[in-house]
């Protein structure tokens, strides 16, 4: 009598949160070993900050990377908030830190009335890489146009990417900002997003998800 052969998938739970004034997307990663990764860490106010410290402790989350899909100072305005309660540094592509202003240059050519501290980004990701966390792994895709070194992070297993501001709900990022650049943002969309399966899920920067095929179908820029 031959054994049957179980695989057992790996449950990623997402907490998404919605913070400062540009309505951010910040993704909360984790699977059921209680390991997790934050996505781009954008809570500037202090209740934004418990919020998501208060979520991590109930749920007992023990954070293991804090990504970064770029740079944009919208999407890092929590990350020395981060490095300062649970001391991890942000992780991000090298042309970010290369090509982009500092968090605050950002902020003051923005007309932004803050302060925001530079926390320096420690490990450079790649495309391809594999962030690893508890028994789960998110596959890093370089997607650039909206800023130069844009990511955005697949897990294949469940069906998922966060893909930052790369692509939207019927529309992409906006490319007149440092490093955009149009033609090479629809062809990284095309290359990199549009040809992962149909039904994967888009969890975007800012807005609702959406699914690829949706995209296909939909999306006028594209």
Same mark, same amino acid.
């Given at each position: 009598m031959k054994l049957?052969?179980?695989?057992?998938?790996?449950m990623i739970h997402i907490k998404p949160f919605e913070f400062n004034y540009f309505s951010v997307n910040t993704y909360l990663v984790y699977d059921d070993t209680?390991?997790?990764?934050?996505?781009?860490?954008?809570?500037?106010?202090?209740?934004?900050?418990?919020?998501?410290?208060?979520?991590?402790e109930e749920n007992g989350i023990t954070l293991t990377h804090l990504l970064c899909t770029h740079l944009h100072v919208d999407h890092i305005m929590g990350n020395e908030f981060i490095y300062r309660t649970y001391g991890l540094s942000p992780e991000a592509h090298r042309a970010?830190?290369?090509?982009?202003?500092?968090?605050?240059k950002q902020a003051e050519l923005l007309g932004l009335p803050i302060k925001?501290?530079?926390v320096p980004v420690k490990h450079f990701i790649v495309g391809n890489d594999?962030?690893?966390f508890g028994n789960s792994e998110l596959k890093a895709l370089l997607v650039p146009g909206h800023s130069p070194g844009s990511l955005a992070f697949y897990n294949e297993a469940n069906?998922? +990417?966060?893909?930052?501001? +790369?692509?939207?709900?019927?529309?992409i990022g906006r490319t007149d900002l440092w490093g955009g650049n149009t033609?090479?943002?629809? +062809?990284?969309?095309?290359?990199?997003?549009l040809s992962l399966p149909d039904e994967t899920i888009i969890y975007p920067g800012h807005g609702p998800e959406t699914r690829v095929v949706d995209e296909i179908l939909n999306n006028p820029f594209l």
């Amino acid at each position: 009598m031959k054994l049957k052969k179980f695989i057992r998938t790996i449950m990623i739970h997402i907490k998404p949160f919605e913070f400062n004034y540009f309505s951010v997307n910040t993704y909360l990663v984790y699977d059921d070993t209680k390991e997790g990764v934050l996505i781009d860490c954008g809570c500037m106010r202090r209740e934004e900050e418990q919020e998501l410290s208060a979520f991590i402790e109930e749920n007992g989350i023990t954070l293991t990377h804090l990504l970064c899909t770029h740079l944009h100072v919208d999407h890092i305005m929590g990350n020395e908030f981060i490095y300062r309660t649970y001391g991890l540094s942000p992780e991000a592509h090298r042309a970010e830190v290369e090509v982009l202003p500092s968090a605050q240059k950002q902020a003051e050519l923005l007309g932004l009335p803050i302060k925001i501290s530079d926390v320096p980004v420690k490990h450079f990701i790649v495309g391809n890489d594999r962030i690893q966390f508890g028994n789960s792994e998110l596959k890093a895709l370089l997607v650039p146009g909206h800023s130069p070194g844009s990511l955005a992070f697949y897990n294949e297993a469940n069906g998922f +990417a966060v893909v930052g501001d +790369a692509l939207f709900e019927r529309s992409i990022g906006r490319t007149d900002l440092w490093g955009g650049n149009t033609d090479v943002l629809v +062809a990284a969309i095309r290359d990199k997003l549009l040809s992962l399966p149909d039904e994967t899920i888009i969890y975007p920067g800012h807005g609702p998800e959406t699914r690829v095929v949706d995209e296909i179908l939909n999306n006028p820029f594209l």
